[in-house]
């Protein structure tokens, strides 16, 4: 078994080495000009492929043969489909910036992460089967047996939704779904970013319940506006005078219009916002803190496009993400 195992991920290795990765019809451009501040410690905006974060329910990481591998789309369709993955890289592609995160990230973690990710339309295939009335969740279902339900209006209500097979320039990593994958912006990937994709059912809500779901996770699973404090590192002494706060914004699929920061539970005061590739994607942000010896708390806050400021309550990632403030202590020595 082992043998045949080790055999199996060398040929799929190979097989992703062999892919040659489609030109897109709407391609986007490398790191924007002005989005990364380039601060010591602060997350890069492009998270390169080897730190992704990555969960998943695979206790062995699935390995599809890409010259294999189809895609159903069935279930309460006019039109059932299926595809190859050459049908699949001959039709046109589209590239974003789309930032992910995990509904398990707790407040401050790392869970999150931003690419740049190349694939088709899901809203495309979708039209193609035609959904019926009342099919309102696309049940999508991995190579190794998990589901995740996502809502059909938001696969069809114009974000940049897709079956992706590119991942910042190459082809998927095998651990991040290769050969195809789905990419949702604005919702957590426990209901949207199904890694080996090789099925897409439309049904109901009300008639089956995805993985997370019948675990007690929530269906619908829309991103909660959050931010973190990536500098000054937690526990880190620092000196006293200048001293650069700075972090990662994200309300995906809204965008970040403000991040504020609060020494020692006083005035909020208002960070510096790097420029970004769209509202799909994090934003990095700083602060110059005049810092006085001492032991300190920082806080930080974001608002959203649509004038959300995110909560203060705090409560855990079950059962639909984490909230409150990231607020860390920082000791400050003689300057």
């Not at 010259?67 to 592609?93: C, H, Q, S």
């Not at 193609?128 to 969740?137: E, I, M, S, T, V």
């Not at 007690?216 to 650069?244: C, L």
Request: charge should be negative; charged fraction near 20%.
């Amino acid at each position: 078994m082992a043998g045949r195992l080790l055999s199996t991920r060398r040929g799929v290795a190979a097989a992703r080495d062999a892919v040659v990765l489609p030109t897109p019809a709407s391609a986007t451009s490398g790191v924007p000009a002005g989005a990364d501040l380039g601060v010591p410690d602060l997350a890069p905006y492009q998270t390169p492929n080897r730190i992704f974060y990555r969960i998943d329910t695979a206790l062995v990481v699935p390995q599809v043969d890409p010259g294999n591998w189809r895609l159903r789309i069935y279930g309460r369709v006019r039109k059932p489909v299926e595809i190859t993955f050459a049908d699949l890289l001959a039709r046109p592609m589209v590239e974003r910036w789309i930032t992910l995160c995990c509904v398990s990230n707790e407040v401050g973690g790392d869970l999150v992460g931003n690419a740049r990710w190349l694939g088709v339309p899901v809203a495309d295939l979708l039209d193609q089967a035609d959904p019926l009335d009342g099919a309102d969740q696309v049940l999508s279902r991995s190579a190794d047996g998990f589901t995740c339900g996502t809502p059909t209006a938001v696969l069809r209500d114009g974000r940049d939704a897709l079956l992706a097979v590119g991942m910042n320039g190459e082809p998927l990593p095998v651990d991040h779904g290769f050969p195809v994958r789905m990419v949702v912006p604005g919702l957590y990937g426990y209901v949207s970013a199904c890694k080996w994709i090789v099925g897409m059912e439309l049904t109901g809500f009300d008639d089956v319940d995805a993985y997370w779901v019948q675990r007690g996770w929530a269906r619908k699973g829309p991103i909660k506006t959050q931010s973190r404090i990536d500098v000054p590192r937690r526990g880190r002494e620092v000196r006293a005078g200048a001293v650069t706060v700075a972090g990662v914004a994200w309300a995906q699929h809204r965008g970040i219009t403000s991040v504020e920061v609060s020494v020692d539970q006083g005035e909020w005061h208002p960070a510096t916002l790097a420029t970004t590739a769209s509202i799909d994607t994090w934003r990095q942000w700083s602060w110059q803190w005049d810092a006085t010896p001492g032991r300190h708390t920082l806080a930080v806050r974001a608002t959203d496009a649509g004038g959300e400021t995110q909560t203060a309550q705090e409560a855990e990632p079950y059962p639909d993400g984490a909230t409150g403030w990231d607020t860390i202590q920082v000791t400050v020595g003689p300057g």
